[in-house]
Structures are given as C-alpha cells and as structure tokens.
T-cell receptor, first 114, second 111 residues
Framework: DAEITQSPRHKITETGRQVTLACHQT?????MFWYRQDLGHGLRLIHY???????NKGEVSDGYSVSRSNTEDLPLTLESAASSQTSVYFC?????????????FGEGSRLTVL | SQQGEEDPQALSIQEGENATMNCSYK?????LQWYRQNSGRGLVHLIL?????REKHSGRLRVTLDTSKKSSSLLITASRAADTASYFC???????????FGKGTKLSVKP
C-alpha cells in the first residue's frame, strides 16, 4: 500500500543546531506540503512543492527551508533551531494541485528545541 | 491566517448521541474538506463537499454547506467511543489555493 512516512518521529535538539526532518511518500504525488501544529494555532503551512525542483513558501516559512530533488521526498530543514520551532510537524501529499486535492498525512515528527 | 474556524472548540457527549461540529470561513471557496485526527496521529481525510453541493453523506457522517452564510457543519450520528478525536475543516486559501485548516473541534465520546 502507498504511504507517507516521516522520520524521526521524535527529536530533541539544542538551540542553534541544524535539524532535518525527512518525508517520503510512495503515492507518486507531485504535490507535497509541510505543516506545523501548535496548540491554539491549528495547522499552519510552512513550505510546499508542486513538483521536482519546485518549492514555495507558506504562511510560516521563516527559519525553514525545503528542497525537492525527486518526486518521493521533501525534507524540511531548520537552519538554526529556535525554541519557537518546538512543535509537531506534519508532511502531506496530494494528487491534485487545487480544487479538491485530498491530503494524505504522515504520522508527524515531534521536535523539541531546548 | 486562518480561513476556517470550528465551533465548538471542545465537545463531550455520550456514546449513541449525535455530534455536530460547525465551521465558518471568510472568503468564497471551491470546496471544503473535513479531516479527523486521533491523538498523536496524522490527519485523515473524511469528506469533501463542493461549493455547488448543499449536503453530502458518507456512512455515519453528514456534511452540509451553506455558501450564503459561509459555514459548514459535520454531523456524526450514533457516535461511538472510537469517534473520539479532533476534527478539522479545511478550505482553499492563499494565492496558490492551498488548504488552510481551522483550529479544530476536540470531540470526546464517553462509553
């Protein structure tokens, strides 16, 4: 069965360190997304990609970057982790770009920045 | 910016009762989606309703959409303890039409 997997599921890091969260999907979807989920804010879009070599900023992109070198993977990098980036991060993919694209989510990566 | 806002924030009911959650949004939409999230898990798509539809059913789920009031409701009939989860509405927003999620309704169904 097709799936979307995130790793690591849990990570603790220190302020200032670089962190990369991996996202791998086997749906063969062109569209991939990164959201963060915080109490009181719901899910907020960080970055998204509509295909290889395409990346776009979302609502809360400062301090984050993504790269898309193949269809399956969209790693999220925190260049210099800050305590404000402590959150649960979700990767998602969809077949349709807009107007009805159901999102398929990974199980999340819980990041704690000390 | 949040496009959809769910109401209530939390809902506690007994097994067998119906649960109704509401979602209000601000701008015109092409469709609205509902997702479910079990504690510690990712979101799972439940149902999509298009702007030209007024009601849609899927099993025990009934979704309505009132574009004149910019609101949608999700009804879960004959709820079960396994329905305990958070429920989110999502609408298209932003220049690229990406999904924007509300803050969710936390549903607790007591056995």
């Amino acid at each position: 069965d097709a799936e979307i997997t995130q790793s690591p599921r849990h990570k603790i890091t220190e302020t200032g360190r670089q962190v990369t969260l991996a996202c791998h999907q086997t749906w063969n979807h062109n569209n991939m997304f990164w959201y963060r989920q915080d109490l009181g804010h719901g899910l907020r879009l960080i970055h998204y990609s509509y295909g290889v070599q395409d990346t776009n900023k979302g609502e809360v992109s400062d301090g984050y970057s993504v790269s898309r070198s193949n269809t399956e993977d969209l790693p999220l990098t925190l260049e210099s982790a800050a305590s404000s980036q402590t959150s649960v991060y979700f990767c998602a993919s969809s077949a349709l770009r807009v107007h009805g694209g159901e999102l398929f989510f990974g199980e999340g990566s819980r990041l704690t920045v000390l | 910016s949040q496009q959809g806002e769910e109401d209530p924030q939390a809902l506690s009911i007994q097994e067998g009762e119906n649960a109704t959650m509401n979602c209000s949004y601000k701008t015109s939409i092409n469709n609205l989606q509902w997702y479910r999230q079990n504690s510690g898990r990712g979101l799972v798509h439940l149902i999509l309703i298009r702007s030209n539809e007024r009601e849609k059913h899927s099993g025990r789920l009934r979704v309505t959409l009132d574009t004149s009031k910019k609101s949608s409701s999700l009804l879960i009939t004959a709820s079960r303890a396994a329905d305990t989860a958070s429920y989110f509405c999502a609408t298209e927003g932003g220049s690229q039409g990406n999904l924007i999620f509300g803050k969710g309704t936390k549903l607790s169904v007591k056995p």
